[in-house]
């Protein structure tokens, strides 16, 4: 017998092999991709018969590999299994939309993988049976003419075993391996059959429920795979006994649970459904020796003539889940049509981000830091704005959340990094000072994890010809922290380079300050949170004294930014405070306003 051939795509070696070596103890053949287009590559030369493909990954994630797979009719018919972190319902259903035959949740199941992927080969090969026995029917036809009546009998015969056949495989493609419940496809079929039945007559009420078990990856990981398990199959029969006949209750993997309600009155008794299921997990799972308390959140959309595909009703319903989950364990939210507008608002900025570089979208202005004891400039911050080219300038807040999320906070940081030392190049050519001034430039926490990172910095000083003691990174208590042992010998080759170190947003991150004395540090600067709250009086400074006394005695340099008022100035300066910045003195400058403003002095 042929071994089934699987390609594994994932930009995570780790995860790599983990999937290669499970697969490969399990008799499959097995082959790696590193890359969407490594990807592509190897299905043109040789095309598996599965492939499990990691969605998020550099240059070309898994949503668009699998639209170029299923756009050639060559490759189209092999099944994707979507392998992500992405818990969104949103994402979920792209990954749907695109193609994928299926969608396993990272952490991922070794035993729930290797469930799925017999599932889908099983699929496949009984198409493909099912192809080939099509054929030879036909061909048997065309052979026995003469005995018509012969054949005719035994393709009856054949035909019976045919619809057995097809019965055993639609159950099998119809129902989860490990609770006997209903899987995602028979839910769907099931959900599109209700939504049929409320377009035909509006009063055919139904709901979506989407339930979700709260810390059960901590029993997972606490009592192993095989108590995991029992607790789902716990879990479903004390869920089909708590809902009513009419309801279908499928699993769609891991610990995501869904209800399909077609028969309910009105929303109270929905609502009492829904409270009759809570109620179902407030006693104890017991699973052999084990004594399990476990809760669930519950995501509820309702159906309605506005909705068209199932699986938007089931996206809704996992939106509402996750803001149950939010709010609390042992829950329940009622989607909210504002969540989907959110959502998509979301996603089209991320898109709209990922055009952002390539189309040279952001900008750089520069916020003057100010010598508080004479007002004279001495440095600058760089701050990144997004010109975008239909909503005008968009906030930080808004657009660095979403960067960090899917990564390109570190393309974005490295162009910063270049922008603001090729400018302050600039101004150093200019002569407009006669002093050298200092360009702080912020460094995420995705920025400072990447091994390369000093070496992409001497790339940067190199070819703007920047002298490295000018530059100052910015960088927060808790990309440090994250990762102290890496961080040291960062931190220190960046000082063996003579480039300054700054904390950023001190006092908001780690209460421990023992990492000062570990790290080469040059500057606090004192978060704007602190500053905002100096008034009047000497007793609502707050931390400020402390921190500014933390660095006098380290031997650092302290900048407080924010500063909006002169009293706050005042007790800087009465604190010897050595430098601050805000819009007392300078909001965030376009260079060539920079530029105008040495010029004016």
Same mark, same amino acid.
């Given at each position: 017998m042929?071994k089934?051939?699987?390609?594994v795509?994932d930009?995570?070696?780790? /995860?790599?092999?983990l999937?290669?070596?499970m697969?490969?103890?399990?008799?499959y053949e097995?082959r790696?991709?590193?890359?969407g287009?490594?990807a592509l590559?190897a299905?043109?030369?040789?095309p598996?018969d599965?492939?499990?493909?990691?969605i998020?990954?550099?240059?070309?994630?898994?949503?668009?590999?699998?639209?170029?797979l299923?756009?050639?009719?060559d490759?189209?018919s092999?099944?994707?299994?979507?392998l992500?972190?992405?818990?969104?319902g949103l994402?979920?259903a792209?990954?749907?939309i695109?193609?994928?035959?299926?969608y396993?949740?990272?952490?991922?199941q070794l035993e729930e993988v290797?469930s799925?992927v017999q599932n889908?080969?099983a699929?496949r090969?009984?198409a493909?049976s099912n192809?080939?026995?099509?054929?030879?029917l036909?061909?048997?036809v065309?052979?026995r003419?003469?005995?018509?009546?012969l054949?005719?009998?035994?393709?009856?015969r054949?035909m019976i075993?045919r619809? %057995?056949?097809?019965a055993?495989?639609?159950?099998m493609?119809?129902?989860?391996a490990l609770?006997?419940?209903?899987?995602?496809?028979?839910f769907?079929?099931?959900t599109k059959?209700a939504l049929?039945?409320n377009k035909?007559?509006?009063?055919?009420c139904?709901?979506?429920?989407?339930?979700?078990?709260?810390?059960?990856?901590?029993v997972?990981?606490s009592?192993?795979?095989?108590?995991?398990?029992?607790l789902?199959i716990?879990i479903?029969?004390?869920?089909?006994?708590?809902?009513?006949?009419y309801?279908?209750?499928?699993?769609?993997?891991?610990d995501?649970?869904t209800?399909?309600?077609?028969e309910?009155?009105?929303?109270?008794?929905l609502?009492?459904?829904?409270h009759q299921i809570?109620?179902a997990?407030t006693?104890p799972?017991?699973?052999?020796s084990h004594e399990?308390?476990i809760?669930?959140?519950?995501?509820i959309?309702?159906?309605?003539?506005?909705?068209?595909?199932?699986?938007?009703?089931?996206?809704?319903?996992?939106?509402?889940?996750?803001?149950?989950?939010?709010?609390?364990n042992?829950?329940?939210?009622?989607?909210?049509?504002?969540l989907?507008?959110?959502?998509?608002?979301?996603l089209q900025l991320e898109?709209?981000?990922?055009k952002?570089?390539q189309q040279q979208?952001f900008?750089?202005?520069?916020q003057?830091i100010?010598?508080?004891?004479?007002? /004279?400039?001495?440095?600058f911050?760089?701050?990144v704005?997004?010109?975008?080219?239909?909503?005008g300038?968009i906030?930080?807040a808004?657009?660095?959340?979403?960067?960090?999320e899917?990564?390109?906070i570190?393309q974005?940081?490295?162009?910063?990094l270049h922008?603001?030392?090729q400018?302050?190049?600039?101004?150093?050519?200019?002569?407009l000072?006669?002093?050298?001034l200092t360009?702080?430039?912020? %460094?995420?926490?995705?920025q400072?994890a990447q091994?390369?990172l000093?070496e992409?910095?001497d790339?940067?000083?190199?070819a703007?010809?920047l002298?490295?003691?000018q530059?100052?990174?910015e960088?927060?208590?808790?990309?440090?922290?994250? /990762?102290?042992q890496?961080?040291?010998?960062i931190?220190?080759?960046l000082r063996?380079q003579?480039?300054?170190?700054s904390i950023?947003?001190f006092?908001?991150?780690?209460?421990?300050l023992?990492y000062?004395?570990s790290?080469?540090?040059?500057?606090?600067?004192?978060d704007r949170?602190?500053?905002?709250?100096?008034g009047?009086h000497s007793?609502?400074?707050g931390?400020?004294p402390?921190i500014?006394?933390i660095a006098?005695k380290?031997?650092?340099?302290? %900048?407080a930014?924010g500063i909006?008022?002169q009293?706050?100035?005042?007790?800087l300066k009465?604190l010897n405070?050595?430098?601050?910045q805000g819009?007392?003195f300078?909001?965030p400058?376009?260079?060539?306003?920079?530029?105008?403003?040495?010029?004016?002095?």
């Open positions: 042929t089934a051939d699987i390609l795509v930009d995570t070696p780790v /995860n790599l092999r999937l290669s070596s697969l490969t103890k399990e008799g097995v790696q991709a590193l890359s287009k490594m590559t299905v043109r030369v040789v598996p599965l492939i499990l493909l990691d998020m990954m550099p240059e070309m994630d898994g949503y668009v590999v699998c639209e170029a299923k756009a050639n009719p490759t189209a092999i099944p994707v299994i979507f992500s972190a992405l818990s969104e994402d979920k792209k990954a749907f695109v193609g994928g035959a299926d396993i949740m990272k952490p991922f290797l799925r889908q080969l699929l090969a009984a493909i192809e080939q026995f099509s054929a030879q036909e061909e048997r065309k052979e003419t003469h005995q018509l009546e054949a005719n009998r035994e393709l009856q054949e075993e619809k %057995v056949l097809q055993q495989l639609l159950e493609a119809h129902h989860d609770t006997g419940l209903p899987n995602r496809a028979l769907i079929e099931r059959q049929a039945a035909a007559e509006a009063t055919a139904f709901a979506v429920l989407f339930l979700d078990c709260d810390r059960f990856k901590v997972n990981d009592l192993g795979h095989f108590i995991g398990d029992q789902l716990a479903a029969h004390r869920l089909e006994a708590a809902l009513p006949l309801a279908t209750l499928a699993r769609l993997g891991g995501e649970f209800v399909l309600l077609t309910f009155a009105h929303l109270d008794s609502i009492q459904t829904v809570l109620d997990f006693k799972f017991q699973l052999k399990v308390f809760t669930a959140s519950i995501g959309a309702i159906g309605n003539a506005d909705y068209s595909q199932p699986e938007h009703i089931l996206r809704d319903a996992d939106m509402a889940m996750y803001r149950a989950k939010a709010s609390g042992t829950s329940y939210q009622i989607f909210d049509p504002t989907h507008h959110l959502a998509l608002q979301r898109i709209d981000l990922r952002a570089l979208e900008i750089v202005h520069y003057p100010v010598a508080i004891a004479t007002g /004279n400039i001495v440095g911050e760089a701050l704005r997004w010109l975008h080219p239909q909503q300038l906030s930080p808004t657009f660095i959340p979403i960067a960090e899917t990564g390109l570190s974005i940081g490295h162009w910063v922008q603001a030392c400018q302050l190049q600039q101004w150093q050519d200019e002569k000072t006669t002093f050298p360009m702080s430039v912020n %460094v995420s926490a995705h400072f091994a390369d000093v992409q910095i790339h940067i000083l190199a703007t010809q002298t490295p003691q530059l100052k990174l960088i927060t208590e808790s990309a440090i922290m994250e /990762n102290a890496a961080a040291g010998s931190l220190q080759a063996k003579q480039i300054q170190l950023d947003d006092g908001t991150g780690y209460s421990s023992s000062l004395h790290f080469p540090v040059d500057t606090l600067k004192i949170s602190f500053i905002k709250q100096m009047e007793d609502s400074l931390l400020v402390l500014i006394n006098q380290m031997g650092m340099t302290v %900048v930014e909006e008022t009293t706050q100035l005042d007790h009465a405070c050595d430098f601050g819009f007392l300078f909001k400058l376009e260079p060539d306003k920079v530029s105008a403003l040495f010029s004016s002095k």
